[in-house]
């Protein structure tokens, strides 16, 4: 299966959810798209909502099923809370790293920075968005890419104080990887038992 190319909209009407972001659309049309989108539902089955809750992780973060996959049983492998674990995981990877960091507006930009080589981890490039960053990491902007007029308006009045497991330096365009977050400080809303519990099946 190849990444979702199509409208954001119609995915996150799909979930209810803004999971891409603030959505005009999504707020004009609050319901499911399609022909029979704003038609009384049935009441979907217990797989039914495990496997939403599933497909809105994977959406959210950007992650193909086998990638997914892959990183649930790495998850389940680790010691605590599999879920937990699970979300961490994601968190860490280096694209979601640079979105949180600010340096792009979405999950989907900071990709294709990291794919187009803009940004470094501990100064050297990296360019694969599934990069798993470990503690202490420093996540910086290429310093010939730092005048780019896409990160700097990303960057342009952000809070970076919203992240306690990430510390950010203005002045050399970097932000440092204190530690993978608690569940506490991942805003995202996702209930991840109902993952595990998909996945136990």
Request: no cysteine; proline share 5%; glycine share 6%.
């Given at each position: 299966?190849?990444?979702?190319t199509g409208p954001k909209?119609k995915i996150?009407?799909r ?7 603030p ?9 499911a798209p399609g022909?029979?989108g704003?038609a ?5 089955s217990e ?6 809750e599933?497909?809105?992780a994977?959406?959210?973060y950007g992650?193909l ?5 892959n990183?649930?049983a790495?998850?389940?492998s680790?010691k605590?809370?599999t ?16 979105y ?9 930009a ?8 803009h ?7 990296v360019?694969i968005p599934s990069?798993s960053l470990?503690?202490g990491?420093?996540?910086?902007v290429?310093?010939?890419d730092?005048?780019?007029q ?6 342009n009045?952000?809070n970076?104080?919203?992240?306690p497991w ?5 002045k ?6 204190l ?7 991942i805003p ?13 099946k």
């Amino acid at each position: 299966m190849a990444r979702y190319t199509g409208p954001k909209s119609k995915i996150a009407r799909r979930f209810g959810e803004p999971i891409f972001g603030p959505d005009k659309a999504q707020a004009r049309r609050n319901y499911a798209p399609g022909q029979h989108g704003n038609a009384r539902k049935r009441k979907p089955s217990e797989y039914g909502v495990q496997l939403n809750e599933k497909q809105k992780a994977k959406y959210t973060y950007g992650v193909l099923e086998r990638q997914f996959r892959n990183m649930f049983a790495k998850a389940q492998s680790k010691k605590g809370i599999t879920g937990e674990i699970l979300l961490q995981m994601l968190e860490s990877r280096l694209d979601n790293v640079v979105y949180r960091l600010g340096i792009a507006p979405t999950r989907a930009a900071a990709r294709q920075l990291v794919s187009h080589k803009h940004i470094t981890v501990d100064g050297s490039v990296v360019n694969i968005p599934s990069y798993s960053l470990k503690q202490g990491q420093i996540v910086a902007v290429r310093e010939k890419d730092k005048s780019m007029q896409v990160i700097n308006e990303a960057l342009n009045g952000f809070n970076h104080s919203k992240y306690p497991w990430l510390e950010w330096d203005d002045k050399t365009m970097s932000g440092k990887f204190l530690h993978r977050p608690e569940r506490a400080d991942i805003p995202e809303n996702i209930r991840e038992q109902l993952i595990v519990e998909l996945y136990s099946k």
